[in-house]
């Protein structure tokens, strides 16, 4: 299985692919302009994923949807594949899908290291060692009624502290042993 889509589905996967690195561009301005909460940097993820999937598929002439559907759209002709074709055009499908999910959080990684080094002077050792601040900072703990607070805004109404709560889980149990 060569392509399954012809000149102007090419071009319309270039298009798409365009689109994705002027998302990813635009994304990363305002992050650089603005200096929003870092989470933000997660919005850029999808735009580079875009990216690459149209700019792969464009590269390779080969459209994921058509390769999923076992079909081929040359010239807006739309032809089913036998089933040894349909195969292949199923694992080139998910090859490409899973190229481009990996190059976009490559890029993403990087990006996103530059952007906190940039902007606000962190080292990649410092990165790794701020999670380990912020877990050991927050700890969340239930009190003898059974409310649950932090340690710095409650600090005197808490009489006694069994067991702190793990703050990824959206419930926790104390053990009361």
């Keep these: 299985m060569q392509n399954n889509i012809g000149l102007g589905g090419v071009k319309a996967r270039q ?86 999910s990996l190059s976009a959080f490559i890029i993403w990684i990087i990006v996103s290291f530059a952007l906190l080094t940039l902007l606000y002077g962190f080292t990649i050792k410092e990165l790794l060692d701020q999670g380990k601040n912020v877990l050991s900072s927050i700890v969340l703990v239930k009190d003898n009624n059974g409310n649950i607070s932090d340690n710095s805004e409650n600090a005197d109404k808490i009489s006694d502290i069994k067991v702190p709560i793990c703050i990824v889980c959206t419930s926790a149990e104390i053990d009361d042993t």
Aim: net charge positive.
């Design 15 to 100: 298009f798409i692919g365009f689109i994705g690195v002027f998302l990813s561009f635009v994304i990363t301005l305002v992050i650089v302009i603005l200096k929003p909460n870092l989470v933000y940097l997660v919005f850029l993820l999808p735009a580079i994923f875009i990216a690459f999937v149209g700019l792969i598929q464009a590269r390779k002439s080969f459209c994921v949807y058509h390769g999923f559907k076992g079909e081929t759209n040359l010239e807006g002709a739309v032809c089913k594949l036998e089933k040894k074709e349909k195969r292949k055009s199923l694992i080139k499908s998910v090859g490409i899908l899973f190229s481009a």
